[in-house]
């Protein structure tokens, strides 16, 4: 199945690594390969988690206060969101 990042979920996740890097060197590589495991579970999955509406689906990350947001649409996963946990939670839905 293909995956495709929203570029601005590709954004968020720069942006997180960009700030966990400056916080504590080598925090940052932790948030990425926490993400990209997530991300290879979604690709294994895919319908593993719930909906949240709309066709949306989110999962947890391990060890950071994030969560990524997807839709599976015939042979794609589309990420939507790598959303902190504490943000406005409906800021990524214009994205849909």
């Keep these: 199945m293909k995956l495709r990042f929203h570029p601005e979920a590709a954004l968020e996740l720069e942006e997180a690594i960009f700030y966990y890097e400056h916080r504590q060197i080598g925090l940052g590589k932790q948030l990425n390969q926490e993400i990209k495991s997530t991300v ?7 319908k593993a988690w719930s909906i949240i509406g709309n066709n949306i ?5 391990r060890r950071f206060p994030y969560g990524v947001l997807y839709s ?10 790598i959303m902190h946990l504490n943000r406005e939670p409906n800021y990524w839905k214009d994205r849909v």
């Design 72 to 81: 599976v649409e015939k042979d794609e996963i589309h990420i939507l969101a």
């Design 40 to 46: 290879q579970l979604i690709k294994a999955h895919p």
């Design 57 to 61: 689906r989110r999962t947890l990350v």
